[in-house]
């Protein structure tokens, strides 16, 4: 009885790693044609078609995609969350794909999910948010040649090198727009409202305020001018306590929570005009309360990603690969403060 | 060579329905023990084993439910079924359940993707919300002896004869509570903004504040203070200009949304005091500017339609049924619509 032809047997017959095979199947635009057409033509001679037990080399699609769901910590930032899953899931629902949503307390919880997932639910993929430095997710899946894409960088030193896909939203760009607006404003001394160290997130929103604001202020003033607290409306409002003695006019935050505690205290501090705060995601409550935010489009962004995983599971007609690294521009909506009733004016 | 048994056959044999050998797998709960008790032997004695064509009677669970996520229109009151959904998938987590989740322009579109997610992906069953009089969901998927459960009740003539099992919250006790906390406050001219007929839930929410007014106003004057307009902050404060006009000093809104135009025209003709509103939902807007709102219990629902689907699927060792029907009592958020920073008050 002839051996059934496995991952293994075929990469040793060509002469090329089991992960190029594995690449051959799953993320076809990953191998040299020259190799890819190798390795499909051996693969079809081969007869050899995936077991159950190598389940990620399936070509049988379940179109079928895992999301984690976070927990929404205050119900405002959480909204940005919301929205991405809500686009992401009707732009996949236009080529029949679901996404099967599941819940982690951690990282490692998630992996172990994966696992179970692509055991018990047979799915094509994943899409992951909110990645970290040294995300362990994504070497765990590509060591298992299972297709994904992060909203979210790698946050490493050469991000246009990574070798998985991943769509991202310059935080940078919007806060440097948002220091820029408000200089033009005539503003100098602007704060920055953000977290504590150690989140990237944070820090790459905290730059583009550094970078728009450093021709205009010393090393030691803008120290003085950044203040990094928990998230959250009341944290906010202490934060921007500290800004104001320090002599800020106006704040850049990292988030719409912040933004409306410091709101009250710019408007105490400078009650003869609406308070020169912008937030960050322009959330419904930065809609309701008339305030500018940096908002997010994270539907392009997820239109993005269906269109780099639908090239990965080999779903797509298009011979015009798309980009596989995205980082896209937020957009800054400017209110007057009026309140619920004020109109979004342009910039 | 013996033909295999075939859940016809099964039912020939018995001399019972399809449907009650279908339910005796799906939904034991559904039959009769002495008939339950017969049908387990049969297919314990003939072999029977489901086959991919008659999916839905598998026994073999997928753990995996199916969820239709419903655009969220204004972000305000989308609000409420993102944190169902959050709060449906982290209770499922606990028994190792997840959530396919899709999109559906319409109830055809979401019947005809249950076939497919039946068909191809081997779900378990589906919770359903946004329930509709005579909906066509729920007859589709009891012909096919598909376990689901329903957040909303079905609206029919009476629903505790209801064949499948639902959750739901009781808007009219809620906005009975509301319009009960004004009247104690010493307001008699109540006035409810709400969404135009055709709505159950839009109905139902205007019954409670009826009941809760109606010994104390005649049919007329009650007429006189009931709007109804499309769901949004500008059409809440057009309505709300109409309830003014027509004598009324306070107001108990079907959502936030409403209750937020609402609140800048009553602060308006009230200068003195803060403005009488209520919303409904305690979205992240009404505790952001301090509005008081009607919340409802999505955590306590979802962990209840856990219960109620674990015992379907026959994955409860609880020998207590979960009762099937349930209406759970919403809650009255106050807050002194101070702004921001006001902390909710007891009522």
């Not at 919301?82 to 996949?92: C, K, Q, S, V, Y």
């Not at 949503?101 to 899409?127: H, K, N, R």
């Not at 950044?226 to 009341?234: E, H």
């Amino acid at each position: 009885m002839v051996s059934r032809p496995t991952l293994a047997s075929l990469a040793e017959q060509l002469g090329v790693s089991r992960q190029t095979v594995s690449n051959a199947i799953n993320a076809p635009e990953r191998v040299r044609p020259v190799t890819l057409e190798r390795v499909r033509e051996l693969i079809s001679a081969s007869g050899y078609r995936p077991n159950s037990a190598a389940r990620q080399l399936r070509t049988r699609r379940s179109r079928n995609l895992g999301f984690r769901l976070f927990p929404s910590e205050d119900g405002i930032n959480g909204a940005v969350m919301d929205r991405f899953l809500h686009a992401l899931t009707e732009r996949l629902q236009e080529y029949d794909y679901r996404v099967t949503i599941f819940a982690a307390p951690d990282v490692d919880a998630e992996i172990e999910t994966y696992g179970e997932l692509l055991e018990t639910s047979d799915l094509d993929g994943f899409i992951l948010t909110d990645t970290r430095q040294d995300d362990p997710r994504t070497g765990w899946l590509m060591d298992r040649g299972v297709p994904f894409v992060t909203l979210g960088r790698p946050w490493s030193s050469d991000d246009g090198a990574c070798p998985y896909p991943w769509v991202d939203i310059d935080g940078s760009a919007g806060t440097a727009e948002a220091t820029n607006y408000l200089l033009e404003k005539g503003h100098r001394r602007i704060g920055f409202l953000g977290w504590p160290e150690g989140h990237e997130t944070g820090r790459d929103r905290h730059a583009g305020w550094q970078t728009a604001l450093s021709p205009y202020l010393g090393a030691r003033e803008l120290d003085s001018l950044s203040v990094g607290v928990a998230d959250g409306i009341r944290e906010g409002a202490a934060g921007a306590l500290t800004l104001l003695a320090n002599g800020a006019t106006a704040v850049v935050c990292a988030s719409d929570s912040l933004a409306l505690g410091a709101s009250e205290q710019f408007r105490a501090a400078f009650p003869d005009r609406p308070p020169a705060v912008i937030g960050f995601d322009d959330t419904p409550v930065a809609a309701a309360v008339g305030m500018s935010s940096i908002s997010q489009p994270v539907e392009d962004a997820a239109g993005k990603i269906v269109e780099i995983m639908r090239t990965m599971l080999d779903d797509s007609p298009n011979p015009t690969k798309p980009p596989r690294h995205l980082l896209l521009p937020p957009r800054l909506v400017l209110r007057d403060g009026g309140g619920l009733l004020a109109s979004p004016s342009a910039a």
